[in-house]
């Protein structure tokens, strides 16, 4: 596609709950990167990959997050036993890789995760 | 700690003049900076960048300028446009030293009157 896909826009699950949120990146891109914005902050990094690796985890907040990306393109991060504090909007972002920063990357729209 | 800042939450320019929108950062390691534009239910958009061996860059009505020694950076919009009306986010990474993730400030609201 032209731009890159998050699905779903807006998710709404019950604390406890497991979730899934996906990322579909520009076609070519090697580099994918997932960014979490709560309300009133900027994006706060969570994990990079560089094709199918996970360069750097550093940001996932704890252990009941995950993210994959099998194929080297196509990305999911996973949420185990949400809770209301993971409430945020969970963006994504692709570029191909380390020349990425002269044009900066291209984020998705975002998925809007609400933990009630 | 919050390693970049943007102090002033929100800014309120007249349309056809200067909009400066400012930055400021803790990290000595960091080497790249970029200024994203942010509209409702979208996802930021990359604007323009720097590298910290400039200290200017431009692209059309956008300058970035970037201080070191005072850590500060700035963003100019000449002359301002109503569609500029959008939170802007300041991100710094330190690229040379292989750190790809980027470090964000708070944002900056920016409405432009027509």
């Known amino acids: 596609g032209a731009g890159v896909s998050q699905t779903p826009s807006n998710k709404v699950t019950e604390k406890g709950k497991y979730v899934e949120l996906r990322c579909d990146p520009i076609?070519?891109?090697?580099?994918l990167y997932w960014y979490r914005q709560s309300l009133g902050q900027g994006p706060e990094f969570l994990i990079y990959f560089q094709g199918t690796g996970a360069a750097d985890d550093s940001g996932l907040p704890n252990d009941r997050f995950f993210a994959v990306r099998p194929e080297g393109s196509v990305s999911t991060l996973k949420i185990q036993r949400t809770e209301r504090g993971d409430s945020a909007v969970y963006l994504c972002?692709?570029?191909?890789?380390?020349?990425?920063?002269?044009?900066?990357?291209?984020f998705g729209s975002g998925t809007r995760l609400t933990v009630v | 700690d919050q390693q970049v800042k943007q102090n002033s939450p929100s800014l309120s320019v007249q349309e056809g003049r200067i909009s400066i929108l400012n930055c400021d950062y803790t990290n000595s390691m960091f080497d790249y900076f970029l200024w994203y534009k942010k509209y409702p239910a979208e996802g930021p958009t990359f604007l323009i960048s720097i590298s910290s061996i400039k200290d200017k860059n431009e692209d059309g009505r956008f300058t970035v300028f970037l201080n070191k020694s005072a850590k500060h950076l700035s963003l100019h919009i000449v002359p301002s446009q109503p569609g500029d009306s959008a939170v802007y986010f300041c991100?710094?990474?330190?690229?040379?030293?292989?750190?790809?993730?980027?470090?964000f400030g708070t944002g900056t609201r920016l409405t432009i009157i027509p």
């Open positions: 991100a710094a990474s330190a690229l040379t030293f292989g750190n790809e993730k980027l470090t």
């Open positions: 076609s070519g891109h090697t580099a």
């Open positions: 972002a692709s570029s191909f890789g380390d020349r990425g920063y002269d044009y900066g990357y291209t």
